[in-house]
């Protein structure tokens, strides 16, 4: 054995040599040998290999032949041995072996940017505060959705007034009394319920209305279902408080007892006026007169009377207009006015007082009876209206002012045994440790248990608020444009729940998440069921086109409760309901009705007391989010009701609002709730008009395109204040004939032929401009000119609607057609020939009037101590402003300075008022009137420098070149392109035409 295996190393060495190579013979490749192994025949293996046959045979005889398990085992030798390259290796199966039929996408490139989380987190919006679930109340939704079916039981009514007034502290009173669980979010802030955004809270002030309805019980024990809406009082937002008197039955005015009246509430009053709405005068902060100004009870009467007088004042202005000024006037002794002090929790009436004082007399004629020169004389117990001595005292001062001051010395004086004497005096339930209480908390409980519930205000709303049946009639007459005889019209004038669907939807307000929207609406006829089909028609919508109608399916009803909502199946004609589902075709305001009603009209749109002046451009700073920013200035322009959203010609995307404070809560909602992306944000400026201040030198001429009509026209100005009565609705185009030369020939002394001539008003049905038919029957064929009368019409709305100036719309211009030769062929005088012609013969007339700019202007209302109306009057002068008067405030160490300041130079002026008097002076400002910019807008010998102010003369100018430039136009006005080769060949002619 070992003689063999030392023989075998041998031979291998011999094959290999010493660096390892294989130098043996060649070897026969594996197809060779395959070749041999195949050729050679088979030999028996002897008797073995049959009993291996028999074996076989006696198996199973679906098993494969000899030759199929060769070929099985060749193909499976060659499979081991064959070379597979790397990128033909199969690791595992293939998509299609996994999941079979399914369609399988292989994404080449990753086109998520690596910022972005595959899977993002839920975020949920935190844009506005709201419960969680619906609050213990003191009443049942159920019986709150009783009472929405009887007409007697319910009130609508609107808190209006100054910014600062109380009107959110009072609307606090009643939902603290309604909701035992509401408490503000600390001890020195107050609660605010109806402030549901974010930003109301940060800023300190109402930026939205908001709606709420309760249940609150009269001085009876009778429960009124009150659905009241909480408007902001800054100017800004008047707007929003014009929504809600639209919906609103009456308005209760708020009023601060030291600031008296203000710019803001002769504004509310004016709003109130123009719906002929009553007024309940509600007198709030009444411990300022104590605790802030230490006035002495006789003069803090006359410092109540006073404000009492200057809103009836106010009153008998505004209600001119109407039948019966007087009925509208408040006083306590009617009990339209209440007494308020939101801070320490109580309201009241004088009626309310004397039954708590005396509930043994009739409280209803002693509460008459506490106001006014009235004088108790305690010998006979009767009021005398002279004095029985010199001690003797107004009864208000005695019965009502004294009890209430001894109420607050006692508790500020901190005199633990005359406090306790005072609350056993008025039966108030106080525990050992509140008598050590903060001043403000313990003077908020003593007060509010001895007044109780807000009963006098119950009292004073069911007795001076009307009914919803009971103010059908005028509402319809004020708000409802379609015939008052027809079915429809007669179901809105007297509130009928059996009657066709009416809904008048004012506003809207944005989802806790803010992906949809609930329309606000009073419903002023009919019934609103829930997946109700409705139709839903637009501001644009007439019997003549209907393009601005929408089917809608009503997905939801809710009772608005500020924080929370309250779903609903049905509501009748009266109420005020949030209806969710309709709100994708509503811009601003719409009408709510079924399809089955033919003859309908839609509620006429609100009309505002201020306009929306200041502009910005925005952009996204990622050009790619675009489509974003666009849907958000969409939902932008749904939930402001003065907000306009533009794109100008050269792309730019523009948003128009009040003031700095309209604008930035707009951006903030853009950014914040309405797209979340980042905005980049222009300068603000301000929009302008175009206006006349002559005759045209010429009367001014076009022709047609194809040389075959011809129009003459001269412009000139309006006389003054005719712009704002066709603005404010005082005469509409839809007059006969007869009302409007009346209206005509009484104000303005027009005459009868010119005053009833009047084609149109431009840019729209009550733009401040008119068109009048100045043409002579004897040179003109009045039958061919009344065949194109509406396509001159058209020409000239497109032409006020965007001047020639910088297409800036035009004001205060009346344009008088003189002449007129229209084709026999009625092809010859298309549309599409007389209307261009009618813009550019406007134009050419507008040039040759001596063209101006008008700016918008500022009223201006500034509240300062004495010493700081020097620094005032220095900033209004940097800033083109003056001022108009100056005085000092009644009962108060304040002076009001009233003051016009142009837009333009606005912007910053609060900021730097405040930071010259280190805080001590307030301001506000609000739309007041245009104002003609000094300057030649067309003299191009003035020189306009970089980085330098320009000085009064080249104002006009440069506000021209800059609002072309932003606007993607040439600097430079092309006069010619607005006149014919004969016209201007004839103002060649004339020496003192410098205008080419």
């Known amino acids: 054995r070992n003689a063999v295996e030392v023989q075998r190393s041998n031979m291998e060495e011999e094959l290999y040599d010493e660096f390892g190579n294989y130098i043996g013979r060649e070897l026969d490749s594996d197809e060779e040998q395959g070749d041999e192994r195949a050729e050679q025949p088979s030999v028996s293996a002897g008797p073995q290999s049959s009993e291996w046959e028999n074996d076989m045979k006696d198996s199973d005889d679906e098993a494969p032949e000899p030759s199929e398990r060769a070929m099985e085992a060749v193909e499976e030798d060659e499979a081991g041995t064959a070379v597979v390259l790397y990128e033909d290796k199969k690791y595992y199966p293939d998509a299609h072996e996994v999941f079979g039929d ?22 949920a919006k935190k844009t506005q505060l709201s419960e969680k679930t619906i609050p213990e109340t003191t009443f049942a939704s159920e019986f709150l959705c009783h009472l929405m079916d009887v007409p007697a039981a319910r009130r609508n009514v609107a808190v209006i007034g100054h910014l600062g007034h109380g009107k959110t502290c009072l609307v606090d009173l009643f939902v603290q009394q309604t909701h035992p669980k509401a408490a503000p979010p600390s001890e020195d802030r107050d609660l ?10 940060e800023r300190g002030i109402s930026v939205k209305s908001t709606p709420i309805s309760l249940v609150l019980p009269d001085s009876r024990g009778k429960s009124f279902l009150v659905n009241i809406i909480d408007t902001p009082g800054h100017p800004n937002f008047s707007d929003e408080m014009s929504c809600a008197l639209r919906v609103a039955d009456a308005a209760i005015l708020v009023v601060d007892a030291v600031e008296g009246c203000m710019m803001g509430t002769t504004r509310a009053i004016a709003a109130c006026a123009r719906e002929e709405l009553p007024i309940v005068l509600c007198l709030t902060k009444l411990d300022r007169l104590i605790l802030e100004l230490h006035l002495p009870p006789l003069d803090a009467y006359f410092k109540l009377k006073h404000t009492v007088d200057e809103i009836n004042v106010a009153i008998q202005e505004q209600y001119a207009a109407t039948s019966d000024p007087s009925s509208f006037l408040v006083s306590p002794a009617r009990g339209n006015v209440l007494f308020s002090c939101g801070a320490h929790g109580y309201s009241f009436s004088l009626a309310q007082f004397a039954a708590l004082t005396a509930p043994q007399v009739d409280s209803a004629a002693f509460g008459r009876r506490l106001w006014g020169d009235l004088y108790f004389d305690e010998k006979s117990r009767k009021f005398s209206p002279s004095p029985l001595h010199t001690q003797s005292k107004r009864s208000f001062v005695q019965f009502v002012l004294e009890p209430l001051y001894k109420m607050y010395s006692t508790v500020v004086g901190e005199d633990t045994d005359e406090l306790r004497k005072l609350v056993d005096e008025l039966q108030v339930q106080i525990s050992h440790d509140q008598f050590f209480m903060d001043t403000k908390p313990l003077l908020k409980h003593i007060i509010g248990q001895f007044f109780g519930d807000q009963v006098g205000f119950v009292d004073a709303v069911s007795q001076f608020v009307p009914s919803a049946v009971d103010v059908a009639s005028k509402k319809s007459v004020l708000s409802y444009s379609g015939s008052q005889d027809s079915d429809l019209g007669r ?7 059996s009657g066709p669907l009416s809904i008048h939807v004012v506003k809207q307000f944005p989802t806790s998440d803010c992906s949809d929207f609930y329309a606000l609406g009073r419903i002023m006829s009919g019934t609103i069921k829930k997946n109700m089909t409705v139709k839903v028609l637009g501001e644009g919508f007439s019997e003549e086109d209907d393009e601005d109608m929408a089917i809608a399916d009503v997905q939801a009803l809710y009772i608005p409760m500020s924080r929370y909502n309250v779903e609903i199946n049905r509501a009748t004609a009266g109420n005020i309901v949030l209806i969710k589902g309709i709100s994708e075709s509503i811009s601003k305001t719409a009408t709510v009705t ?22 910005l451009a925005v952009e996204p700073v990622n050009p790619s989010e675009l489509p974003k920013m666009v849907e958000g200035l969409r939902r932008i322009n749904k939930t402001y009701p003065l907000c306009v959203t533009r794109v100008e010609e050269s792309g730019e995307h523009t948003l128009l609002g009040t003031g700095e404070l309209y604008m930035d809560c707009m951006m903030f909602d853009l950014r914040s709730a309405f797209s979340e992306i980042e905005v980049r944000v222009s300068d603000p400026v301000t929009s302008f008009c175009e206006t006349v201040v002559e005759t045209s030198a010429l009367r001014c001429f076009a022709s047609t395109p194809n040389g075959a009509n011809r129009i003459a026209m001269i412009a000139e100005p309006l006389e003054g204040g005719l712009a704002e009565d066709i603005e404010n609705g005082f005469i509409r185009p839809e007059w006969g004939k007869r009302k409007v030369g009346e209206f005509f020939q009484s104000k303005y002394n027009w005459d009868l032929l010119a005053s009833r001539s009047i084609w149109a008003f431009g840019p729209d049905s009550l733009g401040p401009n008119i068109l009048v038919d100045d043409t002579l029957p004897a040179e003109v064929d009045k039958t061919a000119l009344r065949t194109v009368r509406e396509a001159v019409v058209q020409g000239f709305q497109w032409g006020c609607r965007e001047g020639p100036l910088c297409e800036e719309p035009i004001r205060n211009v009346k344009f008088r057609l003189l002449d007129a030769e229209i084709a026999a062929e009625p092809m010859q005088r298309s549309a599409g020939q007389i209307i261009p012609t009618a813009r550019r013969t406007a134009y050419s007339a507008f040039l040759l009037a001596t063209p101006r700019l008008m700016e918008p202007v500022y009223a201006s209302e500034i509240q300062c101590p004495a010493d700081c109306i020097q620094v005032i009057y220095d900033i209004l002068q940097r800033r083109r402003g003056h001022v108009v008067r100056d005085f000092p405030k009644a009962g108060s160490p304040l002076y009001t300075v009233q003051a016009y300041i142009p837009v333009m130079d606005s912007f ?4 730097d008022i405040r930071l010259q008097s280190q805080g001590q002076a307030f301001v506000l400002s609000v739309f007041d009137h245009w104002s003609v910019v000094p300057g030649d807008p067309l003299d191009r010998n003035i020189v306009l420098r970089p980085l330098e102010p320009s000085p009064p003369p080249a104002l006009a100018r440069e506000f021209m070149v800059k609002t072309r430039r932003r606007k993607g136009l040439s600097e430079n006005v092309t006069v010619t392109k607005f006149f014919d080769e004969p016209m201007l060949m004839e103002i060649a002619q004339q020496e003192n035409l410098d205008i080419l």
């Open 102 to 123: 399914a369609e399988t996408r292989i994404e080449d490139e990753d086109t998520q940017p690596l910022t972005q989380p595959i899977i993002a987190p839920v975020t």
């Open 594 to 615: 079924t399809p089955d009603v033919d003859d309908v009209a839609i509620f006429r749109p609100i009309s505002f007391d201020t306009k929306s002046v200041v502009k």
């Open 192 to 201: 605010k319920y109806t402030d549901n955004r974010l930003d109301e809270q």
């Open 491 to 497: 179901s809105i004038s007297s509130c009928d729940p």
């Open 908 to 911: 910053g002026f609060e900021t």
